[in-house]
């Protein structure tokens, strides 16, 4: 791998949502990771395989899409869609978590072919980038019969997540929480169904059922598409430390509330955001940038909050090393701007403005892999490379 300069930047977004903006205007990675972080000046970089003069514009790490029911390869069968993902890395993704396989026509439910599954689509996105994005695939769904035994497998051979619960036939607590403790034990992190039914097979989940099976995540705590009420969304806000997954194709008023709800309780380090999609609501690309759009607008969380929510939080609560800009992380980076028209004079401005940011550019492990993104607007100002 090449090294690369990033350089005068105008603004560094950490990905910490404790410390969101770092100071400097430089960013030097080697061999896929980030090495160092500062003014340029003060790196001491005699010289860079390529250096990228960022014009004055906004850094950020690769944005996380938390919620993608991804299948195999770069294809939906729920919108017949191929290259799906790749238009996503458009919009800034470099990193998709897998719900659950679920939309895999005839998808095996038994405990042998659910298993199955799980492996080979979790060995499958090991060796397959999208466009460059990284694919955490193979989120088991729980079904009746899996074992202990089974969870020790599956982790062994690169399985690290639950898909949502209540997608399978294990539905209620009583039969989820032991599954939920073995997947715990083999170091997955659990995600959980709440609201209404999103497809055939599916059930209602309500808040009191979340907190007896205790997950890591509350998928769409807004709805997948239908919300719970607003007090169910307190319940989950106040007394549980999950973390509260905000998507695309859910309902945006609950978004909106549950954001005010998390502000109240200083909750905002639990917020994760992604798309569920592909789904009925259909593919959006710019999803992800589009709900950091909301949240920044429409609720008093700043955009440098929300763009930490897409990527160091996500990172955190699924054990990633990268969303972070730090150095030994992966260089995973985004360069973005305001786009042309908007109100806002930079990225922030737009995004709090609640116009999508214009995508001029996006690495994975130090590596350009969209020079011109396809599907935001154009910037105002265009970084070069030498």
Not at 323 to 339: F, H, T, Y
Request: glycine share 12%; with cysteine.
């Amino acid at each position: 791998m090449s090294s690369v300069l990033l350089k005068n930047i105008g603004t560094i977004v950490s990905g910490d949502i404790s410390a969101p903006i770092l100071e400097g205007n430089a960013i030097f990675a080697d061999d896929g990771k980030i090495k160092k972080v500062g003014n340029e000046s003060e790196l001491n970089i005699a010289e860079a395989d390529v250096t990228i003069d960022c014009a004055g514009t906004t850094v950020t790490p690769g944005l996380f899409d938390s919620h993608c029911h991804v299948v195999l390869g770069d294809y939906t069968p729920r919108q017949k869609q191929t290259g799906f993902l790749e238009s996503e890395v458009h919009g800034g993704v470099t990193t998709f978590i897998s719900a659950g396989e679920v939309h895999l026509a005839g998808r095996p439910k038994d405990p042998a072919g659910t298993k199955a599954l799980a492996i080979v689509a979790a060995k499958s996105f090991a060796s397959f980038r999208p466009g460059g994005g990284k694919v955490v695939g193979g989120a088991v769904i729980l079904e009746k019969g899996l074992t202990q035994t089974d969870f020790e497998e599956m982790a062994r051979a690169g399985v690290r997540t639950v898909g949502e619960i209540g997608l399978g036939s294990v539905k209620n607590p009583a039969d989820a929480a032991p599954m939920v403790q073995w997947a715990k034990d083999c170091g997955m992190t659990v995600m959980m169904h709440t609201g209404g039914t999103s497809i055939p097979g599916s059930s209602t989940v309500t808040a009191e059922m979340v907190i007896q099976t205790a997950p890591d995540i509350v998928s769409h705590i807004n709805g997948g598409p239908t919300a719970v009420a607003l007090d169910e969304v307190e319940r989950l806000v106040t007394e549980t430390d999950f973390a509260l997954e905000m998507v695309h194709c859910g309902n945006p008023k609950i978004m909106v509330q549950a954001a005010d709800l998390c502000l109240e309780h200083n909750a905002l380090g639990r917020i994760i955001i992604g798309n569920d999609a592909p789904s009925g609501t259909g593919v959006i690309p710019l999803g992800v940038l589009r709900v950091i759009a909301h949240l920044s607008s429409l609720s008093a969380i700043k955009p440098e909050e929300a763009l930490c929510m897409a990527t160091g939080n996500t990172a955190r609560i699924h054990k990633l090393p990268r969303g972070i800009i730090a150095e030994g992380r992966e260089a995973d980076l985004v360069i973005m701007d305001a786009p042309m028209g908007s109100v806002g004079e930079d990225t922030l401005a737009a995004i709090a403005a609640g116009d999508v940011p214009a995508v001029s550019m996006v690495l994975v492990d130090g590596e350009i892999v969209v020079a011109k993104s396809r599907n935001t607007p154009p910037p105002v100002r265009k970084p070069e490379v030498f």
